[in-house]
């Protein structure tokens, strides 16, 4: 199995291909690849179906990737990886939580046909940059590149299951959620007083009701997805222990690696070069 690495934050690829197939291959970044003209099958994690002009994929990282090329097909390719988010604070708490932590179905992303036209008039933009290199033409293709991920997240979110009807319960249980994901790198808005007091209920109301509605207890729940973020962190940048206790609002290093360390079983050092060389 063939593993790609992307060793810039991001970098975009107009490729043309015939008869052969892109033979199945991993990557440890993310990838949107965006069918110009041409028809085939797309496997992912093997699930197949087929692709044609117009359709968007969103690949993950580690995702089992391949295309069966039937008709010579353009493909345009835009990657990015964790640190392009990172480079971004703007975005990296609404967008992380969508990216690292979505069960993503193969087929295309686009599900709001309004996008369609708009996807198609940026990557045809993207092409121009590409081809004719004229000055500043990195800088445009990366404010392209930006719109296409608000995009793409929108989508992604269409795709989420729908709310039941009528439960309040379920849309304050939602809201609760969101809330702590847009304050994880915000200690001192996650205290049980302050997300009570946010959404005008009583601490010791707001631990029963979290805990029944989610399975675990709220303090359980923000470590549990404090040390999801550790886990991308290791995999998908460079960034030392220390930098990620730091971000996440762990006491300190020694704190983080006891907490990861169980929660894996591995200290936070071991699991990077487990990684490391299971990729090799």
């Known amino acids: 199995m063939i593993q790609e690495n992307l060793y810039q934050p991001f970098e975009i690829e ?11 291959h991993k990557h440890n970044f993310f990838e949107l690849v965006y069918i ?11 699930n197949q179906l087929p692709y044609s002009p117009g ?21 345009f390719f835009i990657r990015f990886n964790n640190i392009y988010l990172q480079h971004h604070k703007e975005w990296i708490q609404q967008l992380e939580f969508i990216f690292q932590h979505t069960n993503h179905m193969p087929g295309c992303i686009l599900k709001n046909k309004n996008d369609k036209p708009l996807v198609k008039a940026l990557v045809e933009a993207l092409i121009r940059e590409l081809v004719n290199q004229q000055p500043y033409h990195r800088e445009m293709a990366q404010q392209i590149v930006n719109t296409m991920i608000m995009i793409i997240a929108r ?4 795709q989420m299951p729908e709310q039941p009807k009528h439960p309040a319960k379920q849309d304050a249980s939602l809201n609760i959620l ?21 959404f005008n209920i009583s601490p010791t109301y707001l631990s029963e009701y979290f805990k029944r509605n989610n399975g675990d207890s709220l303090q359980q729940y923000i470590t549990q997805y404090k040390l999801k973020l550790v886990e991308a962190r290791l995999q998908y940048s460079s960034m030392r222990v220390g930098e990620i206790a730091d971000e996440l609002g762990f006491t300190d290093e020694s704190h983080l690696n006891r907490m990861f360390k169980k929660y ?6 071991a699991y990077r070069k487990e990684l490391q060389a299971t990729a090799n």
């Open 14 to 24: 107009y490729r043309e291909c015939s008869e052969c197939p892109i033979d199945p």
């Open 36 to 46: 110009v003209e041409g028809s085939g099958i797309q496997c992912v994690n093997k």
């Open 55 to 75: 359709k968007l994929f969103l690949v993950m990282p580690q995702d089992c990737h391949s295309f069966d090329v039937k008709e010579s097909t353009k493909f």
């Open 155 to 158: 989508n992604i979110i269409l």
């Open 178 to 198: 969101h809330y702590i994901h847009e304050n994880i790198y915000s200690p001192e808005k996650l205290r049980a007083e302050q997300i009570a007091a946010n």
């Open 264 to 269: 894996k079983g591995v200290n936070p050092s």
